[in-house]
């Protein structure tokens, strides 16, 4: 029923499973000994962070964050808004920040300088997906599972309008359905 609106499969469930398993077990070794809060923003980053974590065989915490930058539309407004914050004190601790997309960059790169500015040990970001032609400042994910183009993608956490998030891809939505 979903995939009606979908005019491209961009990156099938088997593809990014094979990358979470591959991230997971360089993550596995990276962090080995560092103990990690992995911090998920939601809600976009939630099927990849179930997915990335199995794939991690060291000592990780989970925490979640609520920001909000795209306000129910296609493009980024650059808004900023911690709506949930951690729960815990990041001071000395290492921060891997688990995203579905960095498109703007604007979400990431408050969310570093703020965990910078709390004395985070490291802040650091992994990403399902980057879109490099839509970058308005500058930050690189530390880890990307695949870079996408300059498309209106849905799937594996991506909504529109809150729909599509179900998808176990991701896809490039038609464009008539946001433009009706
Ligand atoms: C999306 C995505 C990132 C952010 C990336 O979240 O999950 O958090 O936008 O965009 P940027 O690089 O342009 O800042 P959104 O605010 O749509 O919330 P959601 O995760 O609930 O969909």
Excluded: W
């Amino acid at each position: 029923m979903l995939e009606k609106d979908i005019k491209k499969v961009l990156i099938s469930h088997d593809e990014i499973v094979a990358a979470a398993k591959k991230l997971g077990a360089q993550l596995t070794e990276d962090y080995h000994g560092k103990n990690p809060i992995l911090v998920g923003v939601l809600k976009g980053s939630v099927p990849f962070m179930a997915e990335l974590i199995k794939h991690i065989d060291t000592h990780i915490e989970l925490d979640f964050m609520i920001v909000s930058s795209y306000h129910g539309g296609t493009s980024s407004s650059g808004v900023i808004n911690v709506k949930k914050d951690v729960d815990q004190d990041v001071a000395g601790r290492h921060i891997l920040f688990i995203e579905d997309i960095i498109d703007t960059g604007k979400t990431l790169k408050n969310l570093c300088e703020m965990f910078k500015d709390r004395n985070a040990a490291s802040v650091k970001i992994a990403t399902l997906l980057d879109k490099p032609e839509g970058r308005l400042v500058e930050i690189e994910a530390d880890y990307t599972c695949f870079t996408i183009p300059n498309e209106f993608v849905v799937g594996y956490g991506l909504d529109y309008v809150e729909n599509y998030r179900n998808l176990p891809y991701v896809g490039i939505l038609k464009e008539e359905v946001y433009t009706k």
